[in-house]
């Protein structure tokens, strides 16, 4: 069976055994990366949007490197700072989107890490993007000028574990939703709105996001392909995954303007957002005790994950990392009278600093 064959297979069973595949007129792109070798990543549809290895039409640094695929064909390895371009077109803005591709990786390749951008406004947000998401899993998103939306976020076990694994976003005007081989992660999250194409860079990048930063994908992807709709949805054909908790679906974006897909890019973005608020569990501790700190990072109503946070002073070096739910467990030991101060890596964690009393 030849690949397009395969791939349009695994679309139907993505969707349902009672759905029927989406036309080939709805087949934007499809860069199944057979070539092999060279610089170019083929179109196989007849809209020849072809994709450049790297930064030249030459050999260089950025080029991802050729490997085996999922299906006996060929595929491309990315180890973050490596992407395909392909060049800016309206024919990538539909009004509903589908983003399909096969990944791999052992072990999660960070968060933010982009399977496919298309267009970058800042260090902020594409208009569509699927990317590893707040956990470092997988997810999907389309943005509107006021506010993006997220897929329910596959757990990162459930997809970096070495194999290959079939991945499905969908904007149908209704829900921006995610498929892991075959079954739908959680439920969906809702949205009507119009996906805001224009705003910033337009071109569309395959391993990688660039804007004013580069977030940029570890591992290796096969057969990416992009539809202007999301075909029909029966229902689940499997039994659906149960999504990483505390992870956001819907993030507004104040005033209308700029907002992140990387929460630490919301942070250092503007004074007004730099710093974080921390609430502690203890504003004591008892001298020369091992104790345990608990710290809840937050900013807005929003807790956040995946912050370290720092205490110091008192004698006292100690770290801790919030998890889904936005909390750091912190163990430390004063060996002297004080106070210990806690921030955020880099900067001062709260508006004034949160401290804690060793005595």
Known sequence: MGKEAVAILAVVAVLGCV?????????????????GA???????????NDGQLGATSGPDADDPAWIAGHDGGRALAFDGSEYVAVADTSLLEPAHVAVDAWVRNAGSPGRWRYVLSKGSLACDRSAYGLYSGWAGGMSFYVSSTTHYTISPEVPRWRIWDGA?????????????RLYVDGAQVGDGTPATFPIAYGIGSKGVYLGIYRGSCSLGFKGAIDDVHVW???????????????????????????GGGQASTNPAQNVLSSGARRCLRVSLNRRTVPLHKRVRVVATVRRGKQRMMGVHVLVRGAGVTASGKTNGRGRAGIRLRAHRRGHLTVRVRGQRASCPTQTVRAR
Do not use: K, N, R
Not at 19 to 30: G, N, Q, R, V, Y
Not at 164 to 176: A, E, I, R
């Open 164 to 176: 290959w694994h079939h991945v499905v976003g969908t904007y149908d005007g209704q829900s921006v």
């Open 38 to 48: 060279g610089q170019v990543a083929a179109d196989a549809t007849a809209h020849a």
């Open 19 to 35: 759905a029927a595949p989406a036309s080939a007129s709805d087949e934007l792109a499809h860069w199944a990366f057979d070539e």
């Open 228 to 254: 202007s709709d999301a075909p029909p949805q029966p229902g689940p054909p499997l039994p659906p995954i149960d999504p990483e908790p505390g992870t956001p679906t819907q993030i507004a974006i104040p």
